[in-house]
């Protein structure tokens, strides 16, 4: 469904040259909900730019349903690391909501049924009237969920959503991103640094490296697919994988240290 | 992009208009309550004062005739017809200056902004019409028009074409990546991103370009009929002077700041009403 191959984005500023990420290969298949850890920096807003249509790669390419990406693909949707930004708050999160839609060239009745369900599947269908300046963080991140999903995307891309809330919030928005891809049976590719946060959601976690990027590691979370906060996270398997997890993002900056002297 | 003098240019930053649109903005520092009663003080000291110096001859009568005499005057003046006459003409060449600068300001802005190739060919050119003061285009007007109100009408939309102009230039280029990308994202093409994303964005800055080109307007639509003798207001004055109707001055001169301030007023309630959105606005209210 997703297909990331030799994936290498250098920005080029005036006298400087800045490689985002070296090398990434991956796949993901239909209906997959895979998590993208890496250190602060490494690059995976960049990688999700790139995913996204918004940011040619400087090499390599991707795929989304075997086309390739050239602008930002149809059947996708991006929640975006600044939600406060992403939110347009000259519009209602009805408003918000129903944009993209409009732009679908959708009816009004299939953009009405869209949004309501949306809304409610996020639980913000009494808000719906609000501006989303006049909600929580929480729930500013929740409207730019649904909007994302009112768009049927085949694919959701989210750039560490999840970043800037409380734990409790965080907790609830985890399992309603479980839900939703479940329930939607979209194909996900979830960012994120949290390590605990990638093993809880995902079925597979990729690992990214420190700069020069790469892919370090991909692993499969064998965890039941019935996930809940206290249970699943005081699983053995759960320790288990989080620390394979962590070790792996130890390699990577290791890795870069051993290598650092000998480079200068 | 801006040269170093150019302050007046952007007076979207400071107190005016948050640039980044995150600061409170205007209308913040007039709240109603204890202050407008301290402001109501004011002016009555103020009118008092002027009722005074006048009376006890600290100022000769005959060049400041006290505040009563000059607001008896104007009474009068309302009741008159060709008073009336003079207010709509220069209501005229103020409204219709505006508005043919709003239009031009805000199409030209919306294209060059959003184009930087086509706003660095232009901004040099820009750099050096923009400070002509409209006034030294009074013998041009005269040449071309005589006291038409299109004489009006030139040295009108010349001086707020460039005020309106130049907010919408800086709110073009004030888009948040981050929305735009969004919108990109979600598939929204060139013309529809201008409709949902640039021009709402943009609101807050050609708000405030309305409000300083429609002062200046008005300025120089009076200056306009006082010096080219084209009718309103402003004719009235020199009619006056001439007359040695000193009062009568007074109370036409009055009778224009009072346009201003509604002028004002008008535009500022327009604000709140539009962009009641935005973080200079809704700040009053919520926090
Ligand atoms: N527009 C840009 N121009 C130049 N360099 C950039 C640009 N955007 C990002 N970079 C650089 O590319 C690298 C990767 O940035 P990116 O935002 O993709 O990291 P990230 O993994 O998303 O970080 P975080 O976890 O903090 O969000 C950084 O070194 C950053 O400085
Ligand atoms: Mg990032």
């Not at chain 1, 890496?38 to 075997?66: D, N, R, Y």
């Not at chain 1, 929640?79 to 930004?85: A, I, L, P």
């Not at chain 2, 004030?174 to 994202?185: F, I, Y």
């Amino acid at each position: 469904m997703l297909d990331v191959n030799g994936v290498q984005k250098i920005y080029r500023g005036k006298d400087r040259e800045v490689e985002a990420v070296r090398d990434l290969t991956f796949r993901l298949e239909e209906g997959e909900l895979a998590c993208l850890v890496g250190p602060s920096g490494c690059g995976k807003t960049t990688l999700l730019k790139c995913i996204a249509g918004l940011l040619k790669p400087t090499s390599g390419s991707v795929e989304v349903a075997g086309k390739a990406v050239t602008g930002p693909p149809r059947d996708m949707s991006v929640v975006f690391q600044e939600y406060g930004r992403s939110l347009f708050s000259w519009l209602t999160v009805q408003g918000n909501v129903e944009l993209p839609l409009k732009e679908k060239k959708l009816s009004k009745e299939r953009r009405r049924t869209l949004v309501t369900e949306a809304l409610e599947a996020v639980g913000l269908a009494d808000s719906a009237r609000s501006y989303p300046w006049q909600l929580s963080g929480g729930m500013q991140q929740r409207v730019a969920i649904a909007r994302a999903i009112a768009y049927e995307p085949r694919v959701l891309l989210m750039d560490e959503p999840f970043a800037a809330v409380d734990a409790q919030t965080r907790a609830d928005l985890e399992d309603l991103i479980r839900g939703l891809w479940q329930r939607f049976s979209m194909t996900v590719l979830f960012i994120t640094h949290d390590i605990d946060e990638a093993v809880y959601l995902g079925q597979r976690v990729l690992v990214l490296s420190s700069s020069p990027t790469v892919v370090q590691d991909d692993v499969a979370v064998d965890l039941p697919a019935e996930r809940d906060q206290l249970t699943t996270r005081s699983d053995q398997r759960f320790t288990e994988l989080r620390a394979r997890v962590y070790s792996e993002i130890q390699n990577a900056k290791n890795g870069q240290a051993a290598s650092a002297p000998a480079a200068t | 992009m801006t040269t170093p003098t150019t302050d007046t240019a952007r007076p979207t930053t400071g107190s005016q208009r948050p640039a980044e649109g995150r600061v409170r903005g205007p209308g913040a520092a007039f709240p109603f309550g204890s202050n407008a009663l301290l402001g109501i003080a004011g002016s009555a000291c103020f009118l008092l004062l002027w009722e005074i110096a006048p009376r006890t001859g600290a100022v000769s009568a005959t060049y400041l005739p006290p505040a009563s005499e000059v607001l008896t005057t104007l009474g009068e003046r309302l009741l008159v017809a060709g008073f009336w006459v003079a207010v709509g003409d220069t209501l005229a060449g103020w409204g219709l200056g505006l508005a043919i600068a709003f239009t031009a300001a805000v199409t030209l802005g919306f294209v060059v902004g959003s184009v930087p190739a086509l706003r660095t060919f232009t901004a040099s050119t820009v750099e050096f019409l923009r400070p002509i003061p409209s006034v030294a285009l009074i013998p041009l007007a005269i040449l071309l028009y005589g006291t038409d109100i299109r004489s009006t009408l030139l040295l009108v939309v010349y001086a707020s074409f460039w005020q309106i102009y130049i907010q919408v230039l800086y709110g073009v280029a004030d888009v948040d990546p981050v929305a735009d990308q969004t919108a990109r994202s979600y598939g929204l093409g060139r013309l529809a991103r201008i409709r949902y994303v640039v021009w709402p964005s943009a609101l807050p800055y050609v708000l405030t370009g309305v409000r300083l080109g429609a002062a200046v307007a008005l300025i120089l639509a009076v200056t306009a009929q006082l010096t080219i003798g084209s009718p309103g207001l402003g004719q009235e004055i020199a009619v006056a002077q001439s007359g040695g109707a000193t009062a009568l001055v007074y109370a036409l001169i009055v009778a224009t700041g009072a346009i201003g301030v509604l002028v004002n007023v008008g535009v500022r309630a327009l604000e709140r009403r539009v962009l009641h959105w935005h973080t200079s606005v809704r700040g009053e209210i919520a926090a």
